[in-house]
């Protein structure tokens, strides 16, 4: 009976939601997403995926999850967590000749970003955002400050300051 009326429960949340659907290049909202808000489009959860670029020129999948805390509605601040996981397979090449090794492993790490944004509604229909935030990666046995592309590795020698900016389309016509 719980589960019935867990079912029913999220029904009804999901009739009083509001759909969008981001693009852009976020932090929080990934390259392309799509966000569910509820209570007065104050309360977002998002669905999101990105590519990083990797050395070698190769793409790593990233995927993840957002909520979004919106103080006035779709136009105006918010702040917003978002947690991806990172996964890709390296096989770099260093050294020539006698001194050459090749590092093949495969990366699983996770992101997690915290952060704050502007978003503003310029018609019913569609908005602007930009972010900035901070977070850190969880991976390889501890937790680090950034991911160092160019050998696929994390440290705490660096930190990064995550930013982003994208449209949106609220109510889109294809729903999903």
């Known amino acids: 009976m719980k589960r019935v009326l867990a ?30 808000t509820f209570k007065d489009d104050k309360i977002g959860v998002n669905v999101h995926l990105n590519g990083l670029k990797i050395s070698g020129g190769l793409e790593a999948f990233v995927a993840g999850l957002g909520l979004v805390y919106r103080f006035n509605g779709l136009t105006g601040p918010y702040a917003f967590h978002a947690s991806d996981w990172i996964h890709n397979k390296v096989n770099n090449v260093y050294g020539e000749g006698e001194n050459e090794w090749r590092d093949k492993r495969t990366i699983n790490y996770w992101r997690l970003l915290f952060g704050f944004g502007y978003q503003h509604m310029f018609f019913k229909h569609l908005g602007a955002y930009f972010e900035v935030g901070s977070g850190f ?38 729903q999903f």
């Open 7 to 36: 079912l029913v429960g999220l029904c009804a949340a999901m009739s009083f939601a509001t759909t969008s659907v981001n693009l852009g290049v976020s932090s929080s909202q990934g390259g392309i997403g799509v966000e569910q």
């Open 137 to 174: 990666y969880a991976g390889d046995g501890g937790y680090y400050l950034h991911y160092d592309n160019s050998v696929d590795k994390l440290n705490n020698k660096d930190w990064e300051l995550h930013s982003g900016f994208g449209i949106m389309s609220k109510n889109p016509p294809i």
